[in-house]
Structures are given as C-alpha cells and as structure tokens.
C-alpha cells in the first residue's frame, strides 16, 4: 500500500497525440490535512475513495489506500467535500515499462498540467519523454490537495 509516485510540469501537450486513453475526473478532500489526506474521486463514471498518508523526506513515498465506491455514494460525498473541487482530465500515456499520468486542469487551475508516473522504487529509472519538463516532486504547491486551497491560477 505504498505509492511511489514523481511530479513533472510538462513543456508542451505533444503527450496528447501519445495517449491511449483520457480521462474525467472531479474530486474532493473530506479532508486535507498534510498528514493524512481523504479524498473521493469521480473518474468517468466511477466513484473511489482513498487514503493518503505523509509524504517521506524525498517526497516520493506514502501510504495509499484506495476503495472503489457507488458512483451516487461518490456524487453525494463530494458534496460534504472542503471548498475547492479539483477538475482535471487525465491522459494516459505508455512509455517503456511505466505509464505516465498527465493531468490537463481546469477551472481554478487552468493552465496546469502536471504529469506523474507511478515507480517500484524511489530510484528507478525511466524513460523520460521530450515534453517533460521541470521535477516538482517535492514542491507541496503541486499535491492536489493544495490546489484545491490554493489554486494555481491564484498563484
């Protein structure tokens, strides 16, 4: 139950063209506390809930605990959500052994686009795509739960 996760901004969406697959996604934070955070998704048309834990010193690593749910249960949560729904769409884009997850934001965080790749450990190497750009990994601004206080398009 442990997410080993990195952040990239992207440099251009060249990603797009190399997607096999998008996305919908509204979520929300029951709460958004750094230390455990309790989120419940939408994506397409099902619902999920999950549990984060803290980040480790690098910010690659924490416990993550994920449950699908009722899509009517979800849409019924996100309405006990904290302020600040986070909506994005998500593009699915294979490279080598790993997918990356590129998340296109909209509403209060136009003009984010923030790709992440899932590893099997903190120093794994990958292949990096030409449209990735700067790591953001450890830059608290870019967690969703952040976001959703303070969004990008604020900054």
Partial sequence: MQEIERKFLTTSTAFIQEATQA?????GYLNSH?????????KNEKGFITIKGKGDSTGTTRFEWEKEIGIEEARA?????ESGVIDKTRYLI??????????VFEGENRGLIMAEIELSSSNEIFEKPNW??????TD???YNA????KPFTTW
């Fill in 23 to 27: 996305q919908k996604i509204v979520q």
């Fill in 34 to 42: 750094p230390e455990r955070t309790v989120r419940v998704r939408i």
């Fill in 77 to 81: 949560l996100i309405q006990l959500c």
């Fill in 94 to 103: 294979p490279k080598g052994n790993h997918v990356f997850e590129v998340d």
């Fill in 132 to 137: 990735l750009g700067e790591e953001v990994t």
């Fill in 140 to 142: 608290e601004r870019y």
């Fill in 146 to 149: 952040y976001l959703s206080k």
